[in-house]
């Protein structure tokens, strides 16, 4: 998510006092070690410099900030900081803490006067309703599902939710782990137990809900929805959607929508032959549908829009490498990407055994992907489809306006033309 913070961080000009509470992973032996891998992430990717509240009291030595190791210094330390940041660990353990602490006040307080900016993610977020869920002891330890009571940040805003990252998580694969590891029968359970007028307020993975108490506006951003749940209906509110705090409100009570109707997304994935990868929720749903479109456009010799669902699926990792800190899925995403140069390579090839046919149509949107693979820096794909052309007789000659090609056949033809770089 280094797009958002950036955003996040970028409101609050130079010279921002940042904190990082590591309360959720307190208990862990390796906290210090999370710590200044954080730490050096909002460092390197955020520019961010930040300093970490220690989980105060727990065993064993912290890191931490100098001289911020008592209770009353966090607790000063997080009321007056311009930025807190909360991630992973143990919803219950940060719970427990902050209750003997006291920062869930100071969090609290926070919120209720709009000060600075305050992110809670993953276990964090799970904190922030007023129930929250046990995940460890549920998921790992097997306790039956039950609420703990939260930190209700979001009460203060008039949100009587239970919140749930992670919402639509995946990982079990046949096993259902969505709903923040929970699965359905136990959200269904565990909905029953929730009061009149609340509701579950689920965030995808990936996704973020943030509320400007400046505008009263509530945005949801990243490559997931929110969810809006009550009593196993739900309301899903896409990533893009920008809409009054109140009609959230409305949303959770089960009212009626406010007046203001929830904004639809630009219609990029409502067509049925999932073409464009950009709507993808994930970059695993993003090859997925380029793979589907590129197995069409080879079915139906239609090299230009290969070569366009290729230059579209380069654009598409470049920009989820951007968003996220370390590789994932990004190498195997390459693979696949490699493999379709690879093919459209070959249909080149066949293509030129009879270049009086074929031989210009082929090139244009073969050097019209290169033209854009260099355009987007990926010179080493650029090359890929250099290679491949000379494997196939065409040789590339590239000037500052143009790529000029000659073709060397069997008999020792020659064809040339020039293809302009812009």
Known sequence: MVTLHRELVAHLGGDADAVILETPYGFQVNRDDISNRARDYFRRSVSLATVVAPDSGADGPSSGAPGVGDADKVRDLVRRADWVFSGPGSPSYALKRWQTLRLGEILRERVARGHGVTVMASAAACTVGFAALPVYEVYKAGHPPAWLTGLDLLGVLGLPVAVIPHYDNAEGGTYDTRFCYMGEPRLVALEQEL????????????????VDLGTSLVRVWGRGVMTIRRRGASVLVPDGTTLPLEQLRDLVAGAEPAVVPLPRRPAETDTDDGA???????????VAAAELRFDSAQGARDGGTMAEVAVELESVIAA???DMEEDQ?????????????????QAAGRGLSEPEHTLGRILVPLLGLRRRLRADGAYDLADEVREALAAGGVRLN?????????????????????RPQA
């Open 276 to 286: 464009g990868a950009g709507g993808a929720a994930t970059l695993q749903e993003a």
């Open 398 to 418: 590239d000037a500052a306006e143009s790529s000029e090609w000659r073709w060397e056949g069997e008999t020792g033809d020659q064809q040339t033309g020039t």
């Open 329 to 345: 899925g990004g190498e195997w995403a390459r693979t696949v990407l490699h493999g379709m140069i690879r093919r459209l390579a």
């Open 320 to 322: 989820w490498s951007a």
């Open 195 to 210: 009061p009149e007028g609340s509701a579950v307020l689920g965030i995808d993975e990936h996704t973020a809900v943030i």
